[in-house]
């Protein structure tokens, strides 16, 4: 079995988020690669005790939460490395078909971020019909939109935030990370 490693991730000072508050997300971060190895190895034993079945089975469904908490802050602390960097002209092309600028895309990507409630927002590209969606998903592991290909992820969790922010302010949050986002990585990601 091939166990996950903790991804290092080379983060600038991003202002506006404080070093304890990163610092806490990271270890959050680090918390779910743990227990993703955590279940895997528990449903090998299980499996060569020959343990009951219904106990494997709800380990299972555990993993989804596990592994989808460890690869949506992969995807969130990659895109927040380097600073800001321009999106490719690509990237910006197929945004501005549905958003119709760039800017405008932002600013929906920020009204998606006042849905009331703890998530993610989630840009995803859907290649079968060339075109890119906005949501919000409010567990991880639920509510992905099938067959797309995740291209940038906001935590908007209470915990990526609480530390330097109220829910309230929600809002100022989604514009530190805006204004720190690395463009370039979730362009690339296209």
């Known amino acids: 079995m091939k166990l996950y490693t903790e991804k290092q991730f080379t983060l600038p000072t991003i202002e506006g988020l404080s070093e304890k508050q990163i610092d806490v997300h990271l270890k959050l ?3 779910y690669v743990k227990h993703t190895n955590l279940i895997q190895e528990q449903i090998a034993s ?7 079945q ?5 380990l299972r469904r555990r993993f989804a939460f596990e592994f989808d908490g460890m690869r949506m802050h992969e995807y969130y602390f ?4 380097g600073g800001e960097k321009e999106a490719a002209d690509s990237f910006k092309e197929i945004v501005s ?8 895309f932002l600013t929906h990507i920020k009204e998606v971020g006042g849905t009331r409630g703890i998530g993610w927002i989630v840009v995803s590209h859907d290649s079968k019909e060339n075109q890119i969606h906005t949501t919000f998903v409010a567990d991880h592991e ?3 939109l099938a067959g797309t290909k995740i291209l940038c992820a906001i935590d908007v969790w209470e915990h990526a935030f609480m530390v330097d922010y109220v829910p309230a302010e929600k809002g100022a949050y989604l514009d530190v990370i805006l204004k720190n986002m690395n463009w370039e990585v ?3 990601r296209l």
Do not use: H
Request: glycine letters at 10%; zero cysteines; a negative charge.
């Open 186 to 188: 979730v362009s690339k």
């Open 78 to 81: 990659e895109q927040l490395e």
């Open 54 to 58: 219904y106990v494997i089975d709800e």
């Open 97 to 104: 078909e549905k958003y119709g600028s760039f800017d405008n």
């Open 142 to 144: 639920i509510g992905q």
């Open 46 to 52: 299980l499996k060569e005790a020959k343990t009951s």
């Open 29 to 31: 971060y680090a918390g």
